[in-house]
């Protein structure tokens, strides 16, 4: 278990260290599928497809989040839109709160289980690494929005509040396919962070934070362009 979660923080740290792109929209039917970082062209971009009728729900594969702003303006749109939202793969930073902007939200398959998660933390300048206090009351707010009284939960503040580091994260893994001993939240202070010293909240988890507001992993189809290129392999 710790080689697998070893393993999921590695590919954590690539996805972060990302170039900035704009997001990689593709719609499916009822399907909008959103891929990689969060950018401010996306702003518009994602206006354009949210206008567009027939649109039940938003899939977010894989992505290291992005600019604050517009993560925080684009969580509107999809929650004002009542979009059901899916993750397939990772989605931390602003993507987690496209993610919690939706009415129903979900784990979807298409990754594996150790690398399907959602990442939370407080804002920090994406320049300076500098932690940016003020800004993570923004997202503390839109939390309390869809989460109501779950968001006091000491867990996610710690997350918001309580990192030394710009890169620490509150690692928050799929509900359905992880052996249960890998579906505790943990909060591991920095990327830096050997998987054994990430701090575990046994029985915490995605439904009892209200993350999820179901524990079913979602069947998927992803994009061709959006799936998993290379295997993932877990050393002996």
């Not at 620490?168 to 202070?189: K, Y």
């Amino acid at each position: 278990m710790r080689q697998k979660m070893a393993l999921a923080l590695c590919l954590l740290s690539s996805l972060v260290a990302r170039p900035s792109t704009a997001m990689q929209l593709e719609r499916v039917g009822s399907d909008l599928y959103a891929k990689g970082e969060i950018v401010d062209a996306d702003f518009l971009a994602f206006q354009t497809q949210l206008g567009k009728p027939g649109l039940s729900r938003l899939i977010l594969v894989n992505s290291p989040g992005g600019n604050l702003w517009t993560a925080l303006r684009i969580a509107e749109q999809v929650r004002d839109a009542k979009l059901h939202t899916v993750v397939s793969g990772s989605c931390l930073s602003g993507c987690s709160l496209l993610f919690v902007a939706g009415r129903q939200r979900q784990f979807g398959s298409g990754y594996p289980a150790r690398a399907t998660l959602i990442g939370i933390h407080g804002a920090h300048d994406g320049n300076s690494r500098k932690l940016l206090p003020g800004a993570s009351i923004q997202i503390a707010a839109f939390y309390r929005k869809q989460l109501g009284a779950k968001m006091d939960s000491g867990v996610l503040r710690e997350a918001l509040y309580g990192m030394k580091d710009y890169s620490g994260l509150l690692v928050i893994p799929e509900m359905q396919r992880p052996r249960a001993d890998g579906r505790d939240v943990r909060l591991c202070p920095s990327l830096r962070t050997r998987t054994e010293s990430c701090r575990v909240y046994p029985g915490q988890n995605a439904l009892s934070l209200g993350v999820v507001t179901n524990a079913h992993t979602v069947a998927l189809r992803l994009p061709s362009s959006m799936r998993l290129q290379k295997a993932i392999t877990v050393p002996n």
